[in-house]
């Protein structure tokens, strides 16, 4: 189990004091402080932590989210943002001396421009919410994490997020045209906008992915795409996992950038043909959904080539869709492999180490001997295109000593991701479950640099203390 | 640029250079082949250090769109060892020597990253910064960070690899970084539409940019600029890049979609390659020796309104890139033509940067719009953090940072 900071006393025995304070500044209906409200907000999406938090405020607009920010900085106060709380890292987890302030009501569209392909939302907004927006004149909003009907997208600036079709479009990072953000001191910055060129330092660039380390985004302006003509998927089956890994490194290798391409194992294709009898091969030992984009035309001539491309790798099934609801079939089983592992193991634990795609047959290899050595099971299911994989490790949360196992393989794992030249998170960030092994990829100096960068926007450590840092040098440098 | 420039020939050797001039607290100028060293404010530093020496590709893995270089390798030096494999540089970073002046050399890695250029194809897939996956530098203490890696997707720790991209060696020097690339595209073309106004062109690129045909590229040369990159009269264009088989359809759909606009030409790849070189290098701009260069970024759909505020205020020589939301500018260094410049860009909710002028100009203006009070507390705050003693770049960006 992961080491949490100590309780402020002195901050817990003022909880009265500082929810009537915040009252005033959020205003009484924005503020929850009774133990059975408060329950929901112990967790996110990484439930094996759970803390309840000193009380929660859901500011309607960005001066009542900086009365309280600049109030819990003169008072010492810790806080720890919030958005949908889909976080699969422990972003979102409380403190009991903290105050959690999250953006779930500030959910206005603020501005659409097709002129200028932008949109300009609050930052409760969902991801599948702007796309909603929009979809009506034919456009999207490109980053599409697996969580996108419930994730806000503060929540996607703050870790980053990615999704299936970011080998082709980018993250959030590469989506995203401006922020407002403010500080644990209660400044409001602006930053960016309409327009692409930074004048001072890439804030954007820093803020985006940094896990509530630095401040709380309130407004957001994201760049929408017009959606392509059409875009059909096809599956391929392979008799063996490193085969599947050659295969894709051919595909990148010809010129072809497909807006997504998925891998499953063989356990995570069981698991989701039993679950949404999408028509997986179940021969196969390893399989890869490919999907492009285009006119119809241009669908033929790539998922042509491709096809060539596999039939070199002497695959075991070969599945063209021919229309959108065949495509809408070969994804189903992917789309449904969270909950297919869920049917099948009472809980796992989802990683998201990325490699060089180029080191996936030894990742594959490898992970499938720690797994063995623990006693658990692990089913993999990767962005194979950027090397993002998720393993997916099963284990009863009910059985303390296999969730402790599941703990140390998972560990293992992100270490494996480093040594072969990858990172320990490719989209979910490091929040606490990542926290203590940020040594195994970065040095001290790395290290100590970020912590000061961090203290430049938060100078007493307030905001999300608990995350990203190990502990013990959370505090300092 | 002068005899006591310290370019040290590896890492620990730039380190250590950094570290003595960091316990001495002497000031330095950053720099590789000091081709930009014309732009932003002028350093006054007593020593010097560059990254010239830091060379070679470090790492090239084609099937993993990944590329690594120190800081000093030539551009071109990347960019050939990616055309042999069919792929390139996303950002397709200017030369801007046209305008700059020579320098000492080639434009180098470390150059393009940490002034984050972009060429054309910014408006559709990025600046470098977006293509930035990892850095390596020396920080003001002479210390070695890293930040990011060699991956496509990576959230692990803050992204300073994207807040040192940009930053001018002002927080620390680059000695190499590790980049995404793609396959370069078999063929391109260019739509080009005719006799269009600023206001009607930036609409004609905005209808291009929101089709679904995949347009790269998007700029418009006013009836002045267009005969500098060989065209007649006001140019209007949109670049396709595609597979060959792909490239007839998709600039037939694009014309089609433009029709009400007028009717397109389509110029084909060896034109459309050269044409866009030009535009990417600010050829078409045309600036006299002695004029100022600014270039002013907006939304798109305001720059007509700047185009027009701008020609009222001074004798404006401009075209317009990036879907009309770049707008590159020369006239005359005066602070008239500047403050109409910082007006203009402020009212449309955009900024700006003086890309050129002679030193004494440049040290005398506000060469980007002052930071608000509590932005430019971060940034002091920041630079600290990197640059305890405020010994690299000094004054760089902003005046006594």
Redesign the interface.
Known sequence: MLAMPEPDPKVLARREAIVAALRERAGAANVIAEPLRLKPYETDGFTAYKCVPLAVVLPESTAQVAACLRYCHEQGIRVVPRAAGTSLSGGALPLEDAVVIGVARMNRILEV??????ARVEAGVTNIGITKAVEGE??FYAPDPSSQLACMIAGNVA??S?GAH??KY??T??NLLGVTMV?IEG?????G???????????L??I???EG?LGIVTEVTVRIL????GARAMLVGFAATDVAGAAV??I??????PVALEFMDKPCIHACEAFAHAGYPLDAEALLIIEVE??A??QD?LLDRLKAICARHAPTTVRVARNAEESAAIWKGRKAAFGAIGRISPDYLCMDG?????ALPEAMRRIGTLAAHYGLQVANVF?A????LHPLILFDANDPESFRRAEMLGADILRLCVEL??????????GIE?RDL?TA???P???D??R??????DPQWLLNPHK?FPLEAAGTA | MSAETIAPSDEAGLAAAIASAHAAGTPLAVWGNATKAAFGRPVQAAGAVSARNLTGITLY??????IAARAGTPLAEIEAALAA??QHLIAEPPDLSALMGPGEGPPTLGGAVAC?LSGPR??AL??M??HVLGVRAV?GAG?????G????????????A??L???RGT?AVLTEATLKV???P?RTATVMLRGLDAARGV?AL?AG????YGVTAAAHLPEAAAPRAGLGAAATLLRVEE?A??VP?RTARLAEALASFGAAEVLDHDASLALWRSVRDARPLGAAPEDAVW?V??????APQVVGALRRSFDAKLFLD?GG??IWLAGPATEDAHRAVAAAARSA?????LMRADAGFRAAVAH??D??P??A???R??K???DPKGILNPGR??AGI
Request: aromatic share 8%; hydrophobic share 40%; with cysteine.
């Open positions: 421009s097709l002129e200028d392909r932008l034919g456009f870790m980053n990615g970011c080998l980018g993250v990072a590469n500080t400044e409001v910055i602006a930053l906008g309409g327009h692409l060129d930074t004048p001072g330092y890439d804030w660039g820093l985006t992915g940094s380390q017009c959606a392509a003509e490194a051919d990148i290798a010809s010129g072809i950038i285009g006119s035309a241009e001539a990325t490699i060089p795609p180029g962005h295109g950027d090397g993002n030249g990858g990172c320990l998170t490719g989209e979910h960030g490091v990542k940020m990829q970065f040095g100096a790395d290290l640099q970020q000061r960068v961090k203290r430049a926007f990203v | 893995s084609p099937a993993e769109l990944v494999h069919g984050n910014r408006i990025g600046a910064r977006d920080n210390e070695v960070i890293t930040s890696g060699r991956v496509l997707k990576n959230v692990t720790g803050l992204d300073l994207k807040l991209t940009g930053s927080l793609l396959p370069a078999e609409a905005s940019l929101g089709s679904p597979f088989d792909f359809y270039r970024s907006v939304r798109p759909s305001a990036w939301g770049l909710g955009g900024t700006y940067w980007l719009p930071e608000p509590a932005l507390v971060l940034t705050r920041v600290a953090a990197f960006i902003f």
